[in-house]
């Protein structure tokens, strides 16, 4: 059998996230430059351009010290916009996936090394009800080299042991 299960805890910036409701799903899409026919008016064939990448999770425990810094990337102070106009991979940090022990969850770890918060709305409820964060969070790629430009040589999603 090839079945494959087991819960991960999380870490933003090197502080924990607390319990996660659900799991983690991380997603991907290839971006494709269309190549139109011009007799057919239909795709004939395409130029990949890239790969973007998301997770999205919903924490469950929002006063764990590393929420604030991943659902407030923008400014120290909750409330505040920070300075405008910054690269989100100067407000990005690692978001690390560390299986729990005793299950089969394969890797062991995951590190996104450039994780920041994106433009999907971050969600949470103010009621009588338990206070759920839900995140939409982006990975950005690190280049392949540091001398080298993104576009020439591609880049790194995550790392896995």
């Not at 991380?26 to 973007?52: C, K, P, T």
Request: aromatic share 10%; with cysteine; glycine share 10%.
């Amino acid at each position: 059998m090839a079945y494959l299960a087991g819960a991960y805890s999380a870490t933003y910036g090197g502080a924990a996230l607390g319990t996660i409701d659900d799991g983690f799903n991380l997603e991907w899409q290839q971006v494709i430059e269309n190549i139109m026919s011009d007799s057919f008016r239909a795709r004939e064939d395409g130029v990949y351009q890239g790969v973007e990448m998301m997770l999205r999770f919903v924490l469950n425990e929002p006063l764990s010290a590393g929420v604030a810094e991943l659902v407030w990337p923008w400014d120290a102070t909750e409330g505040e916009t920070g300075v405008i106009g910054r690269l989100m991979t100067s407000m990005a940090q690692a978001l690390v996936l560390t299986k729990c022990s005793g299950n089969a969850a394969s890797p062991a770890s995951i590190t996104f090394t450039r994780a920041v918060l994106w433009t999907d709305p971050v969600t949470t409820k103010f009621a009588s009800q338990q206070r759920k964060i839900a995140v939409n969070v982006a990975v950005l790629p690190v280049p392949v080299s540091p001398a080298v430009v993104m576009g020439c040589a591609g880049g790194t999603f995550y790392t896995t042991t």
